[in-house]
């Protein structure tokens, strides 16, 4: 499949469970890659596994000035980025009244503000040859809520937000801006739940089961791809019916 053949893609949170799939769905689809997470080793095992058209960018999104550099960086090496793919967060979570300021400025930091850094670097490249994609991986508690998670909640809905109002600034310059929400992936992302704490999740699920990495990826490939180009400002909810819209 060569459905994304001469594309290239910068894509953040490379080396988790969803970020790598996204990374193989879209090599296999013939995309050329800059791959950036914060750990150096797993950034060379992925692109071991990917190949060499694929280039690694160790960065630490938390600092703005490590964003100018890495946005730069990849421009340089690639010439030009058709496809952003903001996958990188984290996850801090306490109830509110235990909650550490820290806790709530690192989350808000990493999942919201370096998305709006890094999106506006690269929209200015997207600008000058007018046309690019950029998608955002939102979370369905972004849009059900979710106690104990109130600064990564509010983080995945304010990229919504941020989602719909850029769509409309960018529609003109032939750039599309989406989302995609995954509801309970089995993932690293849930790899602190225990047994009984699944099962109760799998229960709220009208398909009855955890989804994969894969099917994020499936939608990522999809939004990147051509099939998308008249689709903007909407979120691809990807939850097995969990939470409906």
Known sequence: MSMLKGKTVLLTGSTGSIGKEI?????????????????????????????????????????????????????????????????????????LIRMKDDDWFDVINMNLTSVYKLTKNITKQMFKQRQGKIISISSVVGFSGNPGQTNYVSSKSGLVGFTKSLAMEVATRGITVNCVAPGMIDSDMIDSLNEKQKETIIGKIPMAKLGLPSDVAEACLFLSSHMSDYITGQTIHVNGGMVMH
Do not use: M, Q, W
């Not at 692109?47 to 600092?63: E, V």
């Not at 890495?70 to 801090?92: H, M, P, Q, Y």
């Open 23 to 95: 990374a193989k769905k879209l090599s296999i689809s013939g995309a050329k890659i800059a791959l950036s997470a914060t750990n150096i080793d797993k950034l060379k095992s992925l692109k071991a596994d990917l190949g060499n058209d694929h280039l690694i960018y160790p960065c630490d999104l938390s600092d703005l000035n490590n964003i100018n550099k890495l946005s730069e960086d990849v421009i340089g090496d690639f010439g030009t980025i058709d496809i952003l793919i903001n996958n990188a967060g984290i996850k801090r979570d306490d109830l």
